[in-house]
Each structure stands twice: as C-alpha cells, then as structure tokens.
C-alpha cells in the first residue's frame, strides 16, 4: 500500500471533536452568509430589459453560475447542520456512514463536514 494513502484510523479525541463543532459553527456561518448575498445573483434575467442580446447572454451565463454556487452551496450547509447535530445528539460523529470506520482527524480538518470516509469516497467517485 502507497503510504500517502494510508486510511487514519484513531477516533476522535472530546477536543478533537470540539475543535471541530467549533470549526462547523464557523463553516456554517460563512456559508449562510454566502448564501444570502449569493441568492441575489442568481436571480433570474429580465428577458425584456433594453439591453444587447450579447449582454443578456452575458448575464444569463453569470445567473446560471452564481445559481449552481449557490446549490452547491447549499448543499454543503444542509452536511454542516448534519455534522453539527451528529456531534451534539449521537456519538456517531466522525464514523463513516458507510463502513463505520473512523474518519480520521485528517480528513474531517480539511473538510469537517464529511460524512464518509476517503475509502468509501473514492469508491463513490469510481461509480460515477
């Protein structure tokens, strides 16, 4: 086995896991706040504003982006608020949905929110 790709497997520690809410909280204010002045932008395009066929384009472009930001978005504060809850009702947080294997500090410090392991995460990736 290649030693980058090594699976953690240490449970988390009470101050790991409250480093963590912590960094969640924090995630899932930016988040919202992204979220609201994200909303703006991806209001939909007057089609019958007098402006240039190739600024209309231009603008329907920007609204679709700023549309998918703000689903992706989106989705990433629903798996906060999930991870958050996880940590403060169960002690199920930083176990894979999957496999039930521990996470690792790894992992959940880059992305906190992660509900399953790298393991099962590449095998999803693979499926698509």
Do not use: W, Y
Not at 60 to 84: D, G, K, N, W, Y
Not at 85 to 111: H, N, V, W
Request: glycine fraction near 4%; aromatic fraction near 0%.
């Amino acid at each position: 086995m290649d030693p980058h790709e090594q699976p953690e497997q240490d449970e988390l520690t009470e101050a790991q896991c409250a480093e963590l809410r912590s960094d969640l909280v924090s995630l899932q204010a930016e988040l919202e706040r992204h979220i609201n002045v994200g909303s703006e932008s991806a209001e939909t395009v007057d089609l019958d504003a007098p402006i240039g066929r190739l600024t209309r384009m231009d603008a329907m472009q920007r609204q679709q982006m700023a549309a998918e930001t703000l689903r992706r978005q989106s989705v990433r504060l629903a798996q906060v608020r999930a991870a958050i809850k996880r940590i403060d009702t169960t002690d199920l947080f930083g176990l894979c949905q999957r496999c039930e294997e521990p996470i690792g500090m790894r992992r959940l410090s880059a992305r906190p929110e992660a509900p399953i392991c790298m393991t099962c995460q590449r095998a999803q990736e693979t499926r698509r």
